[in-house]
T-cell receptor, first 116, second 115 residues
Framework: KAGVTQTPRYLIKTRGQQVTLSCSPI?????VSWYQQTPGQGLQFLFE???????NKGNFPGRFSGRQFSNSRSEMNVSTLELGDSALYLC???????????????FGPGTRLLVL | AQKITQTQPGMFVQEKEAVTLDCTYD???????LFWYKQPSSGEMIFLIY??????QNATEGRYSLNFQKARKSANLVISASQLGDSAMYFC????????????FGTGTSLTVIP
């Protein structure tokens, strides 16, 4: 079974631009979560999508948005990029059932975004 | 308050020795799950081991075991017989029933295995 894939792997943008990152979950997984990882803040939850609906959201400004398609693939968009948005963006997929505490999230390799 | 605390920013261990990575957590939810992930320099998070709050036995997966002390709210990862390939960042994470699928991560511990 193929793992979680993320594209692109590396990205360089300038302040004020916008960026779209893509995540393809493991086949059969319906939940996709996005995390931002920075040296200063660690791993922070951005949002989770399940069956094309945002099910949970972290504490990030509205410049960060996402969506999920009917095939469970997800995209994350960041508008009006700031220098502080430079980070590793990780996507994780899982089956997504509620109440399944032991259900593991499987992570992709991440997209490294550098904002200049 | 931090939900997951990892107090060891960096650890060193001799090859073939055992090492314990500390993790404490904070939750009022009686039903929760604890996870450990490994992140090599390549960036991908690799799932290692899981412990449920109602599990009576400590979880084990090969060379990984979880020392779960519920009353102390600690979930330490023990790696036995360390290998050079174990050098990586290690993250403790928690999922609560009340917050759905969201994982809370600690700040991580950087483990270096010395030959």
């Amino acid at each position: 079974k193929a793992g979680v894939t993320q594209t692109p792997r590396y990205l360089i943008k300038t302040r004020g631009q916008q960026v779209t990152l893509s995540c393809s979950p493991i086949s059969g997984h319906r939940s996709v979560s996005w995390y931002q990882q920075t040296p200063g803040q660690g791993l922070q939850f951005l949002f989770e999508y399940f069956s094309e609906t945002q099910r949970n959201k972290g504490n990030f400004p509205g410049r960060f948005s996402g969506r999920q398609f009917s095939n469970s693939r997800s995209e994350m968009n960041v508008s009006t990029l700031e220098l502080g948005d430079s980070a590793l963006y990780l996507c994780a997929s899982s089956l997504g059932g509620r109440g399944r505490l032991g259900e593991t999230q499987y992570f992709g390799p991440g997209t490294r975004l550098l904002v200049l | 308050a931090q939900k997951i605390t990892q107090t060891q920013p960096g650890m060193f261990v001799q090859e073939k020795e055992a090492v314990t990575l500390d993790c404490t957590y904070d939750t009022s939810d009686p039903s929760y799950g604890l996870f450990w992930y490994k992140q090599p320099s390549s960036g991908e998070m690799i799932f290692l081991i899981y412990q449920g709050s109602y599990d009576q036995q400590n979880a084990t997966e090969g060379r990984y075991s979880l020392n779960f002390q519920k009353a102390r709210k600690s979930a330490n990862l023990v790696i036995s017989a360390s290998q050079l390939g174990d050098s990586a960042m290690y993250f403790c994470a928690m999922r609560e029933t009340n917050t759905g699928n969201q994982f809370y991560f600690g700040t991580g511990t950087s483990l270096t295995v010395i030959p």
